[in-house]
């Protein structure tokens, strides 16, 4: 997991992260699934004039079943995961399915992205030609090497963790996990009072305690959509280019809960 030179200094270094086994959904979450469970009453509706709102377009626009649904909080993403009886995946976890034993760069190789393998570097913008979601599973030559769909770009997807600055030099690095919010914010406060913007990426050094969203989306550059970039935000924006897929320990699933959405990654997942 991580990264010893390029990327941001967040993403340094690389280091050797042990896992239990987990199932991750193939696809991002569509709007179709999605409104299951606010029919469920499961879920708040997501923002459906997120699009509009953030003059990225018409909500029309990405708003077909199969696209990825948008405009969701990250409270909305646990809901619905918790809803279908997962969870949100963990940061160590998304970049285990996307790097595999090899540590590539992206979902497919170390090649960088093509409008074949995913949606990627679109405008965003309200002017004609601009970009939008693609529906999921559009781009098969982009596989991960588990064969999850559009790992990188389409959607930015929230993980479960909470954004720590620190997390690969912590002594829970190993387990893949971040510090507590408390530390969080300690660290925060000491990346600001060393003038150390540009740490944590491009975006504010935070003042709360934010969570890691991860994978890029359609109106990210290439080299947004590498497999180590961790992005944050605050809980609870709604954003037009971030939505969310579902991870399950394997423990909790049932023998004969197979459904055709996930991929099962083997046990073993040491990640380097
Ligand atoms: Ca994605």
């Known amino acids: 997991m991580g990264v010893d030179r390029t990327g941001e200094e967040d993403e340094h270094p690389a280091h050797s992260v042990t896992l239990r086994a987990f199932y991750l959904d193939r696809t991002e979450v569509t709007n179709a699934a999605y409104a299951e469970c606010v029919s469920a009453h499961a879920c708040p509706r997501n923002d459906v004039h997120i699009a509009s709102r953030s003059h990225a377009g018409t909500d029309a626009e990405f708003g077909r079943p199969n696209q990825p ?6 409270s909305d993403a646990h809901a ?4 279908r009886g997962k969870r949100l995946p963990r940061e160590a976890e998304f970049e285990r399915a996307v790097r595999d034993d090899d540590g590539r760069r992206y979902p497919w190789g170390n090649e960088p992205p093509t409008p074949e393998r995913t949606a990627f570097g679109r405008a965003l913008s309200m002017n004609p030609g601009h ?6 599973g559009s781009h098969p030559t982009g596989k991960g090497p588990y064969g999850h769909d559009d790992l990188a770009g389409n959607l930015w997807e929230w993980m479960e963790d909470e954004y720590d600055p ?7 690095a190993s387990d893949g996990k971040p510090g507590t919010c ?3 914010m300690t660290a925060q406060d000491k990346l600001r009072a060393e003038g150390k913007q ?4 491009s975006n504010p050094i935070p003042r709360e305690c934010e969570h890691v969203l991860r994978g890029g989306a359609f109106n990210y550059d ?4 590498r497999s180590s970039n961790r992005v944050h935000h605050p809980g609870h924006y709604r954003l037009v280019m971030a939505g969310l897929r579902c991870a399950k320990d394997v423990e909790a699933a049932k023998p004969a809960d197979s459904d055709s959405d996930q991929g099962n990654i083997p046990p073993d997942s040491s990640i380097r």
């Open 69 to 74: 649904v948008n405009g969701v909080m990250w």
């Open 198 to 201: 540009g740490f944590t990426g």
């Open 222 to 225: 290439g080299p947004g959509l």
């Open 166 to 172: 620190f997390a690969y030099t912590r002594d829970t």
């Open 182 to 184: 408390a530390q969080i």
């Open 80 to 83: 619905y995961c918790a809803f």
């Open 131 to 136: 970009g939008t979601t693609d529906d999921v």
